[in-house]
């Protein structure tokens, strides 16, 4: 599955180029330069636990997922949001509230800065009572809920079930079985109950910082996604057919201030502008 995504992302058919060099036929190699590439590609892996009745939406070394999509960004974290959307993964932007229940102090420890920057984004944080014990003295604005196990309000599921909040952030503790219980029925509580589930500190931190990055995506079609960097005249038919689905009369690109140019960072040539290309938003401030 990752050849066809290859393929898709250097623009160039490598099946048929592996199949000619098979069968003996004239094979013209394909030069890979990634630093060339004026877009990022992400491959996000779909999971089925909403039809796994009791299953624990954890991940292990066993194949889990059920499907992939794969998303183009202009940047990493364009690319991130999309393909988690494209999962049915959903963004927090409605309540722009967040749970977070971390087992180990290392992990509490690596999402202290990025809870900070949750908070600065208007994000209202929760927290289970040990993580928000440690989030509290080190200087974030976290309301604490209590877990399963202690039968003392305000419940950490009753708020998830009750629709209050819209992403959990539980990274488990394998060394502890009553938080591994806890942090199972807050997980599948998550899942019965379509609230965004993330499980993994790095995926975490990775999301958090395309939060603070990105507020709206511009609806590109592939065609333009291929063509971003490089100076042009008009969009693609796809891209023009979104702008007049949208109400938005076709401008060209150039009219449009899409010349391109350099990333002082990068050291390469990026467009300036998307102001007449639909917009999906993301993260609205």
């Not at 992939?68 to 963004?91: P, R």
């Not at 333009?224 to 693609?236: E, F, I, P, Q």
């Not at 109400?247 to 960072?265: E, F, H, M, T, Y």
Request: proline share 7%; aromatic share 8%.
């Amino acid at each position: 599955r990752t050849f066809p995504f290859v393929s898709k992302t250097f623009n160039c058919n490598f099946i048929e180029l592996a199949t000619k060099a098979m069968v003996g036929l004239p094979a013209t190699p394909f030069p890979i330069k990634l630093l060339d590439l004026d877009f990022v590609g992400i491959k996000a892996p779909m999971f089925s636990f909403q039809r796994l009745l009791g299953a624990d939406p954890t991940l292990g070394v066993e194949m889990a997922s059920t499907g992939e999509v794969a998303c183009f960004g202009q940047d990493m974290n364009e690319a991130l949001l999309l393909s988690m959307m494209s999962t049915g993964f959903k963004i927090p932007k409605k309540l722009k509230t967040v749970l977070f229940a971390i087992g180990p102090k290392s992990e509490k420890q690596d999402l202290l800065p990025y809870a900070k920057i949750l908070v600065d984004n208007g994000y209202t944080l929760y927290g289970t009572k040990g993580t928000a014990d440690f989030f509290s003295k080190n200087g974030v604005e976290i309301t604490p809920l209590y877990k399963p196990s202690s039968e003392m309000k305000p419940q950490a599921i009753d708020m998830i079930s009750d629709g209050k909040i819209e992403l959990v952030i539980n990274v488990p503790d394998s060394m502890n079985s009553v938080d591994a219980t806890n942090g199972y029925k807050m997980r599948r509580c998550a899942v019965d109950f379509g609230v965004g589930l993330i499980t993994n500190s790095k995926v975490a931190i990775e999301l958090i910082q395309a939060l603070d990055q990105i507020q709206a995506i511009p609806c590109l079609s592939m065609v333009d996604v291929y063509n971003l960097g490089k100076a042009t005249r008009k969009w693609s038919k796809p891209t023009t057919k979104m702008q007049r689905a949208l109400g938005n009369p076709p401008v060209s690109p150039k009219a449009n201030g899409l010349i391109p140019i350099k990333d002082k960072q990068k050291g390469r040539e990026r467009t300036s502008s998307f102001s007449n290309v639909p917009m999906m938003s993301v993260n609205p401030h």
